[in-house]
């Protein structure tokens, strides 16, 4: 199984603060990775897939990056509605996996 | 709108079984997998498996073999996961999620949208 490992696992930070999450593959997975936002008791959203691709309707401050094994999730300037929990998931290959999450908390 | 929308919260007792459901809506039922996936109290999100609405095939997880299974009815375009001998660490919300995707050669997949979850508890 490949293991989605993120870091940090959690991180304070402000209102207008740009902030970057990470996630490392334990094997190559190409572009085959999504990243979701989870509010408390609420589902999961959809919010990059393809590893960088904005799904529709998403914020521009929102950005994906990388390929291979190491992947960027980068919100540019914190709004009060970001703060939430961030998930990676490898879509490479079944059992797709994902990452243990950072939550995002208001400093 | 495309939508998800599952069955109610759940209280089972050890060794018992349970049935989440997942009616869809605003597209065509057989044309997406549908996934589950689960989440502990306080946990990470736990990948459970997968049905072709259009052929019933399954594909599950290692973990759950022999305990889960899906099924669906497309004449109401419906899915449903089935967990049987339940453990108290099968405490969780269970989702359906229907899975997206684009590209010729490299195939991209995602899930979107989600079910709201289903809370499974398991208590004596």
């Known amino acids: 199984d490949i293991q989605m490992t993120q870091s940090p696992s959690s991180l304070s930070a402000s209102v207008g603060d740009r902030v970057t999450i990470n996630c490392r593959a334990s094997q190559s997975i190409s572009s085959y990775l999504n990243w979701y936002q989870q509010k408390p008791g609420k589902a999961p959203n959809l919010l990059i897939y393809?590893?960088?691709t904005l799904e529709s309707g998403v914020p521009s401050r929102f950005s994906g990056s990388g390929s291979g094994t190491d992947f960027t999730l980068t919100i540019s300037s914190l709004q009060p509605q970001d703060f939430a929990t961030y998930y990676c998931?490898?879509?490479?290959?079944?059992?797709?996996?994902f990452g243990q999450g950072t939550k995002l908390e208001i400093k | 709108q495309v939508q998800l929308v599952q069955s109610g919260a759940e209280v089972k007792k050890p060794g018992a079984s349970v049935k989440v459901s997942c009616k869809a809506s605003g597209y065509t039922f057989t044309a997406y997998y549908m996934h589950w996936v689960r989440q502990a109290p306080g946990q990470g999100l736990e990948w459970m498996g997968w049905i072709n609405p259009n052929s019933g095939v399954t594909n599950y997880a290692q973990k759950f073999q022999g305990r889960v299974t899906m099924t669906r009815d497309t004449s109401i375009s419906t899915a449903y996961m089935e967990l049987s001998r339940l453990r108290s660490d099968d405490t969780a919300v269970y989702y359906c999620?229907?899975?997206?995707?684009?590209?010729?050669?490299?195939?991209?997949?995602?899930?979107?949208?989600w079910g709201q979850g289903t809370l499974v508890t398991v208590s004596s």
């Open positions: 999620a229907r899975l997206d995707g684009y590209g010729s050669g490299s195939y991209y997949t995602w899930f979107d949208p």
């Open positions: 393809a590893a960088s």
């Open positions: 998931q490898q879509s490479y290959s079944t059992p797709y996996t």
